[in-house]
């Protein structure tokens, strides 16, 4: 069984692995075995990670910390791991923190946004078999740039939404929203603060908007990997 490789920031197993939230399912349903592992301190959790040439896939997931901060401890081992794996040719598939990761990995720039970004939101997309216009969920404050030799698939007014670089989708949103991923991320809130108080408030209705919009949410989410693996396979081959 091929492999999947999704990368957590959170090194406390229960978090970790419900910040998979419809990842999981999407990318069993293709057939590939998910390990969740981190490069954020020792953990329960995959941290001797594999030979990223080894993998179909690699998944790197959205953190609280900023793609641009130098000073995250584990910012530069993981920058490095992700460009082994482009460099291997190992499709990548960013989500939110992991697109920006993506996107400076390959020469784009990452830097802190105007306005953020929360909540179910509708994007302009160039490639709707690739992303669909949505609704995806958003929460990000920060942005990436299309990096050179990229596409630009998908925006708002505030943000590129997805980038396409051979076999890598960048992403802005988290396709992978559910009520237990959101559960991680309160939780990881009453440990290290709340979010900027332009986002705290909106917590409650964005609780109540993922549980009510979950069938649809793994559904798109399911599409979007199907796309997205459909794609860097096609890109391996005519390689």
């Known amino acids: 069984m091929q492999t999947a490789l999704v990368l957590v920031h959170d ?3 229960s978090r970790g692995h419900r910040l998979v939230g419809t990842l999981r399912p999407a990318l069993e349903a293709r057939g590939l075995e998910v390990v969740v592992g981190t490069t954020v301190g020792p953990s329960p959790l995959v941290t001797d990670l594999p030979d990223p040439g080894a993998l179909r896939t690699l998944v790197v997931m959205g953190s609280g910390a900023a793609a641009y901060d130098d ?25 939110c923190f992991g697109g920006q990761a993506l996107s400076r990995v390959l020469g784009g720039v ?16 160039a490639d709707p ?17 299309v990096p050179p030799g990229a596409v630009e698939v998908a925006r708002t007014d505030r943000a590129v939404q997805a ?15 559910d009520p237990g991923a959101f559960s ?15 986002a705290a408030a909106l917590v409650p209705g964005l609780r109540r908007d993922i549980a009510e919009r979950a069938p649809e949410a793994a559904a798109a989410c ?16 005519a390689a």
């Open 11 to 13: 090194a406390d197993p």
């Open 71 to 95: 000073t995250v401890p584990w910012l530069a081992a993981e920058l490095a791991y992700l460009r082994r794996a482009v460099d291997a040719g190992t499709p990548v598939l960013g989500v």
């Open 110 to 125: 990452v830097a802190q946004a105007p306005l953020g970004e929360h909540g179910f939101l509708d994007v302009e997309t």
């Open 129 to 145: 078999a690739l992303v669909p216009a949505g609704p995806w969920f958003e929460y990000h404050g920060d942005r990436f740039t």
């Open 163 to 177: 980038f396409a670089h051979g076999p890598h989708l960048g992403v802005q949103f988290h396709p992978e929203i």
């Open 184 to 198: 991680a991320w309160e939780e990881t809130w009453a440990l290290t603060g709340p979010p900027p108080p332009e």
């Open 222 to 237: 399911a599409r979007l990997v199907g796309a997205f693996l459909a794609r860097a396979e096609g890109a391996r081959t």
